[in-house]
């Protein structure tokens, strides 16, 4: 066993969350190199999503999600700041149409208030006279919710990631990694080798795939992935909203919502579909239902303006039926491997999440 390292540490995976790990680590004086089996950084689950900046409100006390969520916001807006990123502090309103559904967005309010979430209680005149478009019972009023711009943070990101000497390679696919050995040997789809001393995979939908070719990894550290698609439509013509408008939550997804982008643009979505494997085929034909979704809330939106934008799809950890899952997070305290570390599950809130994530792997490796 020799133990001279090509590099210190790789990151398997560039988008939001491995270029904020790699960022966080290079940063603490580690030599980092990015690998990203794409093309262009970012072009999986990052640039696939609504671009929000979430509150934490939705997620159990206590849970990485909740905390990730709460720590990375506030490390999401000091960043854009400082990096002059542009985002935008929209805030949103989680709107209940029917009185049936009360119940539920004052669970939302209990949850918000245990996770430290500023959430403000309206009735349905009050949350009308900020959007006279709306149609609801009563909602919930998120003033620190917002947007960013993902191609500037990506870019901003690999941007401080080679100020400290990281580097990024796209076009580079991991095909195998062998832990046996006391470092980790990573092989390329290309045929390339390097050896490295600690790794993190953050290789988003093929992570538990990566993992189950990660030689000295026990089999039942590997989770089973579900995948959730998701449709987003444009708006055509101008929103009559400012805030980004929620539905109540489903049990897979936060439902279809209004989002913008930083130039204020408008879309809907995602609907949630089980799907078998990621495909990102647009298929256009349950347009009637998401735009009856929609009409719960804005009785005024015509199908016709509705037109197809993209398909996001999510790496889940629980399937039809199940209660949604928690990020993980899993070190040697689970697997037993030195400086391996495995981000599975890393779905929504996973970019609001980023920094605080890349921190929490900082400080699990030591740095």
Known sequence: MHNSFDIDTVIVGAGVVGLAVARALALSGTEVLVLEAEDRPGEGISSRNSGVIHAGMYYPTGSLKARACVRGLALMYGYCQHRRVAHRRTGKLIVATREADRPGLQAILAQAQANGVEVHWLEADQAMALEPALRCVAALDSPNTGIVDVPELITALIGDIEQQGGRLLCRTRVAAIDA????????????????????????????????????????????????????????????????????????????????????????????????????????????????????????????????????????????????????????????????????????????????????????????
């Open 180 to 367: 046996s050995t006391g470092a980790f040997d990573v092989q390329t789809v290309a045929g390339d080798s390097l050896r490295c001393r600690r790794l993190i995979n953050a290789a988003g939908l093929g992570a538990p795939a990566l993992a189950a070719h990660t030689r000295g990894l026990d089999a039942r550290h590997v989770p089973r992935l579900w995948y959730g698609q998701g449709h987003y439509y444009n708006l055509r013509g101008r929103s009559p909203f400012s805030r980004l408008i929620y539905p109540l939550p489903g049990s897979a997804s936060l439902g279809v919502h209004l989002g913008m982008d930083i130039s204020g643009r408008c879309r809907f979505g995602p609907d949630m579909r089980w799907i078998d494997a990621p495909d990102y085929q647009f298929d256009d034909s349950q347009r009637g239902a998401f735009a009856e979704s929609i009409r719960q809330w804005w009785p005024a939106l015509r199908e016709e303006d509705l037109t197809p934008d993209f398909v996001g799809v999510r790496p889940k950890l629980a399937g039809p039926g199940q209660p949604s899952a928690d990020f993980l997070i899993q070190d040697a305290s689970v697997h037993g491997i030195a400086g391996l570390v495995n981000l599975f599950g890393i779905e929504s809130p996973g970019l609001t999440s980023s920094l605080a994530l890349g921190e929490m792997v900082a400080a699990n490796l030591g740095n």
